[in-house]
């Protein structure tokens, strides 16, 4: 839609009628101007001023003989790439409303921002005269609007960062957690992981009055292998037996296997029943096939071995865990009294298993 001043009204502001108006109702047009709040301006239409109000002459500092007469530029510079509104002549060619945003430097040297609209001044033959603008001061918004999208940046920046220590944070937790719950040596299970699991499988098996078994693994005459070939080479056979040992040990995702301290790895296997002493077999083999030369070993083939205690015990039936523990302890004894490089194992026979448990020999 088309918006404009009044034809009659406009021929006031033309050089052709300027003389035919009174100074009354040139006073009267002034006085109305005056009282407007935003920056006015009339320009004929080479874009030369022809009448301002009173708060365009505050804003800029300069009275009203210093701006009339003067090009609209000298004072504002548009923000925008809209189309001049004096650039055409032609009806089909006339300019039309506009909004732009522009900016005027006062008489100070302080820059201002303005919205300002543009309506063009078109006579009684439709023929473009001049522009009547309405320019609103928008500094203070505008300020306020570019505070706020650097808050809204500096937030986000803030929450990146946050996000990124966060995650940073929770890498480095889980780091500790694995140092705190994994033996450096031997990259198993600690002590201190195995003891928090068997506290909490012993009180579950309590009251589901299910089996758990236990094994305690012992490398054989590692001391001597140690002083023969140094803790270096001590530390790599620790390593390699406990490998193998947790590879045949850790099948299901409640198994636990660790390092129980020295040259001892204990593994703790819920709801187990039934071939367990299949499985101490079978890790006894695996390192011995491992082929670690001893030579210190008094046991045939010069190879390092292991002698393990297994034991599958019911929880609800004995006193405390660590009874549990000692009849493990006392089968690797009988282990080693047998010669070493082989297993012991119990399992009470009089006992009828209460739930349905895991057959090991699988």
Not at 11 to 32: C, N, P, R, Y
Not at 227 to 251: E, F, I, M, P, S
Not at 342 to 355: H, K, S
Request: aromatic fraction near 6%; charged fraction near 25%.
């Amino acid at each position: 839609m088309k918006v404009c001043v009044p034809p009659r009204l406009v021929e006031l502001f033309t050089l052709d009628h300027v003389q035919k108006v009174s100074q009354a109702q040139l006073e009267i047009i002034q006085l109305t101007l005056d009282t407007l709040p935003d920056l006015v301006t009339i320009q004929d239409a080479d874009s030369t001023i022809r009448m301002i109000n009173r708060a365009f002459s505050d804003k800029t500092g300069l009275a009203y003989e210093k701006i009339l007469g003067k090009k609209s530029e000298e004072f504002f510079i548009s923000k925008a790439n809209n189309a001049s509104v004096n650039s055409a002549s032609q009806d089909s060619m006339l300019p039309h409303f506009t909004q732009q945003e522009e900016i005027l430097v006062n008489s100070s040297g302080e820059i201002c921002l303005f919205d300002s609209l543009k309506m063009p001044l078109l006579d009684s033959q439709n023929v473009f005269r001049g522009t009547f603008s309405m320019s609103r001061d928008i500094t203070r918004q505008k300020r306020r609007e570019d505070e706020r999208e650097a808050l809204v940046r500096r937030l986000q920046e803030t929450v990146e960062v946050l996000q990124k220590q966060s995650k940073l944070l929770k890498n480095m937790n889980l780091q500790l957690q694995d140092l705190a719950t994994t033996d450096e040596l031997t990259n198993v299970n600690n002590r201190r992981f195995f003891d928090h699991h068997y506290e909490i499988e012993w009180s579950r098996c309590c009251r589901e009055k299910s089996p758990l078994a236990l094994m305690i693994c012992d490398i054989d005459h590692f001391k001597r292998y140690n002083d023969h070939y140094g803790h270096t080479t001590g530390d790599d056979c620790l390593a390699a037996v406990a490998q193998a040992l947790r590879k045949h040990t850790c099948r299901r995702p409640g198994d636990v296997f660790a390092r129980f301290g020295g040259e001892e790895f204990v593994g703790l296997l819920p709801n187990t029943s039934q071939g367990l002493a299949s499985l101490a077999k079978r890790c006894v083999d695996a390192v011995s096939k491992l082929g670690i030369l001893h030579a210190k070993t008094p046991l045939k083939g010069g190879v390092v071995t292991v002698s393990i205690g297994a034991v599958v015990g019911y929880p609800h039936l004995l006193d405390e865990p660590s009874d549990l523990l000692d009849l493990a302890d006392q089968q690797l004894y009988l282990a080693k009294q047998k010669g070493r490089n082989t297993y012991e194992f119990l399992q009470p026979e009089t006992i009828q298993v209460p739930c349905e448990t895991e057959d090991r020999e699988s």
